[in-house]
């Protein structure tokens, strides 16, 4: 697999900016341990506030719930989808494919590029439904998985979900993980057999599931390429 995006920012997705958060989860001034609440029901009512007045109705609801139950369940982050994908149908796009990221995650795979117009378009759109109807209660499910404690800072929350399912040592970090991070991103380090994570290759796909539960995608030759337009 290879990185397509890099490190994304977390959940919240503000009005003011379409998507992007507050203080970004990658941001250096984030001071290792630091956590975006102190509860999934905190982060829940956290995301309510910033984020209810672009939600849909049925969105709304789930995280909602998420508040009181401090669990996402994942028929509302497959309803959640559900609304994004036909929302885009709605709006003229020929098709929306999700790959299976694990754990009951899904990712929107890439789209043969369009003309410049089309692709503003699509981006403008693209943005719009994933507000309305899946942006915060996937940010939920997917912390849910691989974030459970709601640490802000990116690698110390990828760090602690590869010991949590057992990929590395104990006293793995988050610096470390960084470390690595940025050597895979480098061609040498892709082109070599030196195998630049302290998880094994073969562990590969579970470790994944940590990163793209974090807002780290990567994409797969064998995905198919949607077709919008």
Sequence with gaps: MKAAAAVAVSALILVSSGCGVSESATSSHVESGERWASSMQDFAKIILKEN?????????????RVAKTGKVSIADYETGLSGY??????KGYKEIIFVDMGNGMKAETSHKEGTEEQEERYSADSISCFSTHSGSISALYEY???NPSLIKDHYQAVAECLKQ?????????????????????TVESNESDNWPFSYDKSDQTEA???KYANGETETDESWPIE???
Aim: with cysteine.
């Design 85 to 90: 994908r036909q929302c885009l149908l709605d």
């Design 52 to 64: 209810g007045s672009v939600m849909g109705d049925v969105q709304k609801a789930a995280v909602e």
């Design 208 to 210: 994944n599931i940590c």
């Design 144 to 146: 849910q998985v691989g």
């Design 227 to 229: 077709q919008l337009w």
């Design 165 to 185: 399912r057992g990929l590395v040592e104990s006293s793995y970090t988050g610096k470390q993980y960084k470390k690595e991070s940025e050597a895979a991103a």
